[in-house]
């Protein structure tokens, strides 16, 4: 008779990471008619593995800060690139005026109006209250691939899914100067030293301007690098869409280097390099290999988060916690997304959904690990409760709305929403 061992963890972790990468090859295919995401499905995935008995980790994420941090940074970044990538409408500033409504009026209207929850509702000290805010006033690129624009010039950028994708691409770094207010602040109420000057000249003025500025740069280095040299030495030669991955790195890391707003970055160089060059086939490739990373890291991320959740994540939470969550999701962000989109020449479903899709998650536990594991904050566990629980209702929420309303705008529009997406001409493969 055959003796069985048990499995080593190298063993078992091997296994696992085999079943997690053709799930996120399938799952999107096989959710693609359901009224369920693939975010949904992992939370599910980690539930159900961390509530075995024989699982004794409990990856929160107040206990696992740096961690939190760190994986969840890597996810935006990667995110980031691909969300710029795939926009075919080239950038100009009227075109792209649902981008700069959605990013000037209703991203400010969202923290306000959540601050104001937080100090007056919950009862949070103001600093911890804007920190809340700001962690969950952006829009999340990462978790929202269901209502953004499909991947290099497959046709699918009507106005709700360019909207939703640049403002996403846009307000993860936009945010980060109210993010850096509240532990301006915070550090000020202990050590009584200035704060407005610095915050506006550095984090402010600084850090958005070298941040676009440095991002530009290098996206347009990179394109030059990718399609512009002589034919013979070109990236795009290569075929080998890492290209993304290491513009993102490069992106990301010079611009933290100096101190600037990496996740602003990434994004502008995600543009600058498209537009090297926009209708290349060589941007598929690129976007292709961005989304797989995305994809999976994603996963791992939404399995750990199922995991946080049956681990006592949402413990702390009160009764009025479940109600300003609620509030946040169903009533500050589309109010504030109509106000924004008022006189938005768009019909009013298209308005609607707009407002309705502002998709929180990934982005926003980055936000509060970041601030928490620069400055100390007295309510740190029911912050992640909150965040943790308005992050789970959208995914919840949005995931079983996404598939139906998306479905009908494309049926409102005249396009078949069963219509497979297809790379470009020039990358279709051989007939057979």
Not at 308 to 334: M, S
Not at 366 to 381: G, P, Q, R
Request: charged letters at 15%; aromatic letters at 10%.
């Amino acid at each position: 008779m055959l003796d069985l061992v048990a499995p080593e963890p190298y063993i078992l972790g091997l296994t696992g990471a085999g079943l997690l990468i053709a799930l996120v090859a399938w799952l999107p295919l096989a959710l693609r008619r359901l009224p369920l995401s693939l975010p949904m499905m992992c939370i599910a995935i980690g539930v159900g593995i961390f509530s075995l008995s024989d699982v004794a980790l409990r990856p929160l994420p107040q206990v696992y800060p740096q961690i939190a941090e760190r994986l969840t940074e890597f996810v935006v970044i990667i995110a980031l690139m691909g969300a710029g990538l795939k926009l075919d409408r080239p950038f100009a500033w009227r075109r792209w005026g649902v981008t700069w409504r959605l990013l000037i009026v209703a991203m400010p209207l969202s923290i306000g109006a959540i601050t104001l929850l937080g100090g007056l509702v919950l009862g949070l000290a103001w600093t911890a209250a804007l920190l809340l805010a700001a962690s969950l006033a952006p829009t999340d690129p990462v978790l929202a691939a269901d209502v953004q624009v499909g991947p290099p010039r497959s046709g699918e950028e009507d106005e709700v899914r360019f909207g939703l994708t640049s403002e996403a691409g846009f307000n993860d770094g936009f945010a980060f100067p109210f993010v850096n207010l509240a532990i301006a602040l915070a550090l000020s109420a202990t050590s009584g030293k200035p704060w407005l000057q610095e915050w506006v000249l550095h984090s402010v003025l600084w850090e958005v301007v070298a941040g676009v500025g440095l991002g530009w740069l290098i996206g347009r280095l990179f394109g030059w690098l990718t399609f512009k040299v002589p034919a013979e030495t070109k990236l795009a030669k290569t075929g080998d869409g890492l290209i993304a991955i290491s513009a993102t790195f490069v992106s990301y890391g010079v611009t933290e280097i100096l101190n600037c707003y990496g996740f602003l970055a990434v994004f502008v160089t995600a543009l600058a390099l498209r537009r090297s060059h926009r209708d290349h086939d060589f941007n598929y490739e690129m976007h292709a290999i961005t989304e797989q990373v995305e994809r999976l890291a994603m996963m791992v991320v939404l399995i750990l988060f199922g995991g946080a959740v049956v681990g006592g994540l949402l413990g702390p939470l009160r009764w009025e916690d479940w109600l300003v969550a609620g509030g946040i999701i169903l009533v500050v962000r589309p109010v504030a997304g109509m106000v924004a989109l008022t006189g938005l020449r768009a019909s009013l479903r298209e308005k609607l959904m707009l407002a309705f899709f502002g998709i929180r998650g990934v982005g926003s536990f980055y936000y509060l690990a970041y601030a928490i594991n620069h400055v100390e904050v007295a309510e740190a566990s029911r912050l992640w409760a909150i965040v943790g629980l308005v992050c789970l209702l959208s995914i919840l929420l949005h995931g079983l709305t996404v598939t139906p309303l998306m479905r009908s705008l494309d049926r409102s529009r005249g396009r078949d929403p069963d219509e497979v997406e297809a790379p470009p001409p020039g990358l279709q493969g051989p007939a057979g």
